[in-house]
């Protein structure tokens, strides 16, 4: 079966760009999260969606917005890049909003760096 | 805020047993998990602790102490390819559906 897939897995753009991460979920999996990761640090929480719909969102500016398809495969945009935008993007999908087993099955991740 | 703490690294030998602790301060409170992540890997779920008391799986064992809002992680027989990044992980409520990890606990497993 396949996991959680993302592309890219390495981005390269310069400040002030914009940037378009893709996720696919497990099949079956109607949520999505996305997450960034700094190194040495734990992942933060930056969007979940539900059945296509917005669910929650964390402390990150308007640049950063995100959508999902009806296949439940999402996106996430991040405009106006900065430096400080250089991290690695998880995305991760689970079967169920807010059941009692809150395991979350994580992607590799796209490793952006703003330059 | 929200806070999580962990400690930032620990070493263990080949064998040997290790409890990662976690404490958090939270606005709410849904189970705290363990996740653990390699190098360049994504985070891999461990396990949950919704109520208090331990849960194993396998050489993995989590407890959960929801009155001193406290966790931990015990492995035992350590092998090397335990050597990696662990985080606690906590689901608020009501109505938040994210995770908010800790910092991460980098242990090192020597032979």
């Known amino acids: 079966d396949a996991g959680v897939t993302q592309s890219p897995t390495h981005l390269i753009k310069t400040r002030g760009q914009h940037v378009t991460l893709r996720c696919s979920p497990i099949s079956g999996h109607k949520s999505v999260s996305w997450y960034q990761q700094v190194l040495g640090q734990g992942p933060q929480f930056i969007f979940q969606?539900?059945?296509?719909?917005?669910?929650g969102r964390g402390n990150f500016p308007d640049r950063f917005s995100a959508r999902q398809f009806p296949n439940y495969s999402s996106e996430l945009n991040v405009n106006a890049l900065l430096l400080g935008d250089s991290a690695l993007y998880l995305c991760a999908s689970s079967y169920l909003q807010g059941d009692l087993n809150t395991e979350a099955f994580f992607g590799q991740g796209t490793r952006l760096t703003v330059v | 805020g929200q806070s999580l703490e962990q400690p930032s690294e620990v070493t263990a030998v080949e064998g040997a047993i290790v409890q990662i602790n976690c404490t958090y301060q939270?606005?709410?409170?849904?189970?705290l998990s363990w996740y653990q992540q390699h190098d360049g890997g994504a985070p891999t779920f461990l396990s949950y602790?919704?109520?208090?008391g331990l849960e194993e799986t396998g050489r993995f064992s989590s407890f959960l102490s929801r009155s001193d809002s406290y966790g931990y992680l015990l492995l035992q027989e350590l092998q090397m390819k335990d050597s990696a990044s662990y985080f606690c992980a906590v689901r608020l409520r009501p109505g938040r559906r994210a995770l908010t990890f800790g910092s991460g606990t980098r242990l090192q497993v020597q032979p």
């Open positions: 939270t606005s709410g409170f849904y189970g």
């Open positions: 969606y539900y059945e296509k719909e917005e669910r």
């Open positions: 602790n919704a109520l208090d």
